[in-house]
């Protein structure tokens, strides 16, 4: 039990040979440091709050009760809700062929799984509408049919998950790469079925690793602008996120509106950043305990 | 650790997994990012090389290129700074910044877009003093430069850190056994094991900013040949039905991406080759 803390002090005690800069060369990195970080990250935080109150709490609690301003967030949330649960369900598949077992090819598969990462925002919608378009493949055959993709919110919902597919399994693959196989072979020689293994074996073990995931992933599904707003067709009322809602209300010089919505989803990333924090803190506490469990073996 | 047996079917559920993570990639990326390249196949060379090597599209590209050059460039100054002085200084509040550094990945781009607008324009807080200089902040290339800072930021942050905070001790201690003052031991001892993660966070950083689109397009202006960007240019394109003319772009830029993907990963293995052989 003592192991991590120990080697931690050892750490802090003996690190001062040729490692610490004097006093003040550290406290001026330091404040560059911060004065940087202000103006970069604290500045538009505090723009978007300020702005969205500027005319009083009553204009701004107005402005997210616009009839418009609800039915964005409402698909705002839908689309997650469909987005997220998705590609969860595929990062722990993917995470289990890739975690738990070897086969040829598998550096390619996490690249193409990567892939999506490196595709501009735009593009990733643009390919939909080479899909659902009417110049499109399928999209003659659904027009007949007379089915809506495009500018609807099914692509809206293809986009999304486009964007946010591998950050449920990206976050996942090294957690359960670190956790090994043993427990889930222990499991399955004692007579566990493949599934009561996964659920009360590998689940508690990776908890955090996908509830990390989760969190990132929703953040993007919610926050998504570019490749939303290729599919969507802004269609106000109907076809329109929270960002989208914001894009408009701000080209149309609705600034304190604008913002309003705009610092719904600046909360949504403070929010997010928090319960980061405290995943990473709670993988952080599960390291230690097995650590120290396999210390005690 | 145990030695890797013949381990490999003692669990179940691989043929159904891969099965799955297979079908599901194909059907939701695989497919519909190959329809770019089919629709590009089928368009013909001219009408191909007509589209990319417009005056207007050739503008967005240098637009786009160097304006994610320079502010890739200006993190990595500055993010290697932030990343040293958190992983390697105590100081109140460090916990809550540390966090905070995360801000760009967590915003959407839409809200980024408009606050640093609001920033950045000729009244707003920082812009209002930029015009007294003479500077215009917003609808400019320099904009530009400052909504990309503002996202590239956390990739060089977050690849610098944890090696920083793996750094043996023992390794600055040599130097200093040795006789080196501290700026040797930095020149020539920490940045040569800190120039493969801060080229990988450059290229990230490069990468992302090159396909940026929502907290641009607010800042920039859009003016055609001046401060239109690549991703902005098949949007219009798009938006004007041309749509031979935004896949040829967009397949241009999505080869030059995959180049870069294709670039850290090599950066990414050769580093970790290092950290093998020591």
Known sequence: ?????????????????????????????????????????????????????????????????????????????????????????????????????????????????????????????????????????????????????????????????????????????????????????????????????????????????????????????????????????????????????????????HFTAAFAAASLLAMLAIVTLIAKSLVEAGMHRQIQLSQSDNGEK | MSPKLKKTRVLPGFQLSLGYTIFYLSLLVLIPLSMLFFKTATMGFPDFWEAVSSPRTLAAYRVSFSAAFIAAGINVVFGFLVAWVLARYSFPGKKIIDAFVDFPFALPTAVAGIALTTIYAPNGWVGQYLEKFGIQGAYSFLGIVIALTFIGLPFIVRTVQPVLEDLDPEIEEAAACLGANQLQSFMKVIFPILLPPLLTGFTLAFARAIGEYGSVIFIAGNMPMKTEIAPLLIMTKLEQYDIAGATAIASVMLIFSFALLAGTNFLQWLSSKRIGME
């Open chain 1, 1 to 253: 039990m003592l192991t991590p803390v120990k080697s931690l002090s050892a750490k802090t005690t003996r690190s001062t040979l040729g490692r610490t800069e004097s006093g003040p060369v550290k406290w001026v990195l330091i404040a560059i440091a911060l004065v940087f970080l202000a103006f970069v990250l604290l500045l538009p935080l505090a723009c978007v709050l300020t702005t969205a109150l500027n005319k009083g709490l009553a204009v701004y609690f107005k402005s997210i009760q616009d009839p418009n301003a609800l039915s964005a967030i409402r698909l705002t949330l839908l689309t997650a809700l469909v987005a997220v649960p998705l590609n969860m369900i595929f990062g722990i598949a993917a995470s289990w062929a890739i975690a738990k077992f070897d086969f040829r090819g598998k550096n390619f598969l996490l690249t193409l799984i990567d892939l999506p990462l490196s595709v501009s925002p735009v593009i990733s919608g643009m390919i939909f509408v080479l899909i659902f378009g009417a110049q499109g493949l399928l999209g003659p055959g659904l027009i007949e049919h007379g089915i809506k993709v495009l500018f609807a919110p099914p692509a809206i919902i293809l986009a999304t998950i486009f964007v946010t597919f591998p950050m449920v399994a990206r976050e996942l693959i090294p957690v359960m790469k670190a956790q090994g196989s043993e427990e889930e072979e222990a499991a399955i020689t004692l007579g566990a079925s493949g599934f009561k293994t996964f659920w009360l074996v590998t689940l508690p073990n990776i908890k955090w690793g996908l509830l990390y995931g989760v969190i990132l992933c929703n953040a993007r599904a919610m926050g998504e602008f570019g490749a939303v707003s290729v599919v969507s067709g802004h269609i106000r009322g109907q076809t329109n996120t929270l960002p989208l809602h914001i894009e408009i209300l701000y080209n149309e010089y």
